[in-house]
């Protein structure tokens, strides 16, 4: 992958078709934290339920603890951004959060030390998403912000798909050397931290800080109420990834034989199209791309509720799957930083992130029993249905607004 870059006074947008150094040194922080993160996630099951003997219902709380929690703080990160015009020291306080909670796994042998080390975790990603995206929209053109995103989420995504290897090929050399992991994990997120701290310029707008009413309004404003509303709804549509591949699993062999290698193949295709759909998303508007990225999890859901488990039915709806993410992940920040004014701009990329979160941990929790009703596949099916309604609505919520 060649990206052409160039060095620039902070503060200065890239020029021509170029990609802001800011955003390469952003994403390379990312690609570190991700190797660390998903380092953890990937044996954290085997730990606590293998290692530390707990259930899996533990493990099951645990995670929703990962999934969520973040949530709880990204609007409040988001608004610590704006009212101190600080991004990159928000950021810092957000990954280092997360890089002592690496090294507290070490002795953490219970379930409530476990939960409050994953929970410490999730809030340091929900200080750093806003400020961190706010610093991309900053240091880019409005004509290139698709592609910026693009560029970021594709070296985030190569840091989420090498994660899991490094993890188990460290338990490999190492039988049952989780704190060798958690150790390594820690190192790959100290460096994160120090690229952070060391290289990225804290570029800031011209500001002087946002009132508590300015956020209000600015985040209650016309501009930025349907494209909420259409995330948000939206949401409520997207079943979890481990719906999916659990469904592929159970429908045949060949999904059961390599389920630990799904995630991995998702990533893949993500990181492969995340920047040609961003180019796509400055060309043809950034509201037709993620809404096309909602019909291919759309043609997922029918793939998969419709799967046989063989080759070609899991290869192309691992395909679909990272098509959407690439079509969504960096677009929808991309949309909502051109909505809000360059002060708010923190709170508003964490009002619509926020927003898909919960909307996303509530569908989960109404899928599992919709599968446990009916099955994978109907459910599957049925949350086909709701989808296709809620895309037409969103359409109808998000007409015109690239203009």
């Not at 994990?185 to 701290?197: E, I, K, N, Q, R």
């Not at 950034?286 to 793939?303: D, I, K, Q, S």
């Not at 569908?363 to 296709?388: D, K, Q, R, T």
Request: proline content about 4%.
């Amino acid at each position: 992958m060649y990206l052409s870059i160039r060095d620039r006074p902070a503060g200065e947008k890239a020029a021509g078709s170029r990609v802001a150094t800011t955003v390469v040194l952003l994403g390379v922080v990312s690609l570190l934290t991700d190797i660390s993160s998903e380092m953890v996630a990937a044996v954290l099951p085997l730990y606590m339920t293998a290692e530390l003997g707990l259930s899996l219902l533990a493990y099951g709380v645990v995670d929703g603890l990962y999934q969520g929690v973040s949530a709880l703080v990204r609007i409040f990160g988001g608004y610590l951004n704006d009212r101190t015009n600080r991004p990159k020291w928000v950021a810092v306080f957000g990954y280092g959060i997360s890089a002592l909670s690496r090294i507290a796994l070490v002795p953490a042998h219970s379930f409530a030390a476990i939960t409050a080390v994953i929970t410490a975790d999730r809030l340091g990603k929900g200080f750093r998403t806003a400020p961190r995206d706010a610093l991309i929209a900053d240091a880019s053109e409005p004509s290139m912000l698709g592609r910026a995103f693009g560029v970021h989420r594709t070296l985030d995504t190569i840091g989420a798909a090498l994660g899991p290897l490094v993890a188990f090929g460290l338990l490999l050399l190492v039988p049952a050397g989780y704190s060798a992991v958690f150790v390594a994990s820690f190192a790959f997120a100290l460096l994160g931290v120090a690229m952070l701290v060391l290289f990225v310029p804290d570029l800031r707008t011209s500001g002087k800080g946002l009132p508590v009413r300015r956020m209000v309004a600015e985040l209650a404003s016309p501009r930025l109420r349907k494209p909420l509303l259409a995330a948000g709804l939206l949401g409520l549509c997207t079943v979890s990834d481990g719906f999916l591949y659990l469904s592929l699993q159970d429908s045949g062999d060949f999904a059961a034989r390599w389920f630990p290698l799904m995630y991995v193949g998702t990533n893949l295709v993500y990181l492969s199209l995340a920047i040609p759909f961003g180019r796509l998303a400055d060309r043809v508007g950034r509201a037709r791309v993620f809404l096309g990225g909602h019909v291919a999890l759309l043609l997922t859901y029918l793939v998969a509720g419709g799967s046989d488990g063989g080759l070609i039915a899991t290869l192309v709806a691992l395909g679909l799957l990272g098509a959407y993410y690439a079509a969504t992940d960096g677009v929808l920040p991309a949309l909502i930083s051109r909505r809000v004014s360059a002060d708010a701009r923190g709170s508003g990329i964490a009002a619509a992130q926020t927003v898909v979160v919960l909307a996303r941990f509530a569908v989960s929790l109404a899928f599992a029993g919709l599968w446990e009703a009916l099955g994978p596949s109907p459910a599957l099916l049925f949350a086909a249905g709701f989808l296709m309604a809620g895309i037409g609505a969103a359409s109808w919520l998000l007409k015109g607004i690239d203009r």
